[in-house]
């Protein structure tokens, strides 16, 4: 017997086997369903995005002069980026633990 009767010595010629049952294409499509890798700063930028907006609008909501108003929200929005950027990443977490 030859080696290129399995295909173990050449993959070239080597036909793949799909599963054909139904619940298999589902199972395709779930496996590489993931969240796609974002930067550690785009991700801290957002979050300050949204801090800032939600802290100007309800600032203005409560009372707040807009200058007052969008030095602060501006100031605790530049926190947070810091925040997120710097300790926003959680450490890798050890196998077995």
């Given amino acids: 017997m030859d080696e290129s009767d399995t295909g173990s010595a050449n993959t070239f010629g080597a036909r793949v086997l799909r599963d054909t049952r139904p619940e298999s ?4 499509l779930l496996v590489h369903l993931r969240a796609p890798s974002v930067d550690k700063g785009v991700s801290a930028f957002l979050w300050a995005l949204f801090f800032f907006v939600y802290l100007f609008f309800g600032s203005l909501a409560v009372g707040v002069d807009k200058g007052p108003a969008f030095i602060f929200s501006a100031l605790a929005g530049f926190g947070i980026f810091l925040f997120v950027r710097i300790l926003g990443d ?3 977490r050890r196998a077995g633990s």
């Fill in 25 to 28: 294409f589902f199972y395709d």
């Fill in 90 to 92: 959680a450490p890798p």
